[in-house]
């Protein structure tokens, strides 16, 4: 059973190298400051057949290793969560705890370098796809994420798989940005909120010097000599901000584009919002393939959407599937009674369409 899991892993990793990966996030903050973490999450390739995961307090996991016949760190849940996984219900990439801490996984192709695992390490080694569950499972605080990584060995469960960096925020709206370079922990403050794919986090900041000019509204209009110049339309003072889906280009959009967002009273509201600002950075799965005959069957390279009311301890997805807005309320559960359990993201792959009646 183990090589046969195993076999599933090193193929999932594989698939990796093959095509683009991408991820957009961005955090929104109430009127009262409470912070709601959004995000995308890309994948053309397949259906990473999504799901959620409800752990409750207790759960005991082991992590996997790459020497599969035995078991890396195993962690028991101090604190109950709700997680969204891709493949694997181990393989959480976004998620939120009872006690307010919320963690999610970008990819970081071709930066990354974690350290090389060793045998006589495993009892204290995370699969880079499990850390997110271990983060949820034992935390409150990011404090507590600093001091707790300097004690464990993060590992990739395939090294043929790209490496992936980590995003964690509390509810004190504290953001921060977990990188491994040069097999090197790294940890930097995202006062920002926004966050994607390869280079490094630090490079995406200085890049935004390049978009100084950007500005909101409008662009007054002006002569050169006798020529006078005027805006075709609104939104003008954007003109020049990128528009391909590259990360660097998505980081500079969503900074923008959340930066001129208005502030929001309720944590609903604000989520709405954070949907809304994400629908720029869905992603059509035919401009991942240049030969049309290799584009898969799936509604779109843009898998699913997922804001955070960290403050009322809610998670909100939609789908490619089913663009309807779904909502966990941790508060609602008894993490001391719920049973651990796992189910699809999509119940029917079937986008609901409601027909509308002309009143008689």
Not at 133 to 152: D, G, M, N, P
Not at 180 to 194: A, K, W
Not at 292 to 298: A, G, H, Y
């Amino acid at each position: 059973m183990k090589r046969m899991i195993l076999l599933c892993i090193a193929c999932f990793y594989a698939s990796l190298l093959q095509h683009t990966t991408a991820c957009t996030g961005i955090t929104l903050h109430t009127s009262s400051h409470s912070p709601v973490p959004a995000r995308t999450i890309e994948w053309a390739g397949n259906d990473l057949e999504s799901c959620y995961t409800i752990v409750p307090r207790g759960y005991r996991q082991c992590a996997m290793v790459p020497d599969g016949a035995k078991q890396g760190k195993c962690f028991t849940a101090k604190y109950g969560y709700i997680g969204l996984a891709v493949e694997r219900a181990e393989f959480v990439v976004e998620g939120l705890n009872e006690a307010g801490l919320s963690a999610g996984l970008f990819y970081f192709p071709a930066y990354g370098q974690y350290e090389t695992y060793k045998p006589s390490n495993r009892a204290n080694t995370l699969s880079d796809l499990q850390l997110v569950s271990w983060v949820l499972s034992s935390f409150k605080t990011i404090e507590e994420i600093q001091q707790a990584i300097k004690h464990v060995h993060i590992v990739s469960v395939d090294p043929r798989g790209s490496t992936v960096h980590w995003r964690f925020t509390e509810e004190s709206g504290r953001q921060v940005i977990l990188e491994i370079t040069q097999q090197e922990v790294h940890f930097y403050e995202n006062p920002l909120g926004v966050f994607t794919n390869s280079p490094g986090f630090e490079w995406h900041l200085t890049n935004l010097n390049n978009y100084v000019n950007l500005q909101a509204g409008a662009v007054q209009a002006r002569s050169i000599g006798t020529l006078h110049l005027k805006a075709f339309g609104g939104g003008s003072g954007m003109l020049g901000i990128p528009g391909d889906m590259t990360p660097p280009s998505r980081f500079v959009r969503a900074a923008f584009f959340q930066a001129t967002a208005p502030q929001k009273q309720t944590g609903e509201e604000t989520v709405l919002q954070a949907f809304h600002i994400l629908n720029n950075f869905d992603i059509p799965v035919g401009i991942q393939f240049a030969d049309k005959d290799s584009i898969p069957n799936i509604p779109s390279a843009t898998q699913w959407t997922v804001a955070t009311d960290i403050g009322n301890r809610r998670i909100y997805y939609r789908t490619m599937h089913d663009s309807s807005i779904r909502c966990f309320d941790l508060k609602a559960i008894d993490f001391n009674t719920v049973s651990y359990q796992s189910a699809p993201l999509d119940p029917t792959k079937k986008q609901p369409i409601v027909m509308m009646l002309p009143q008689l």
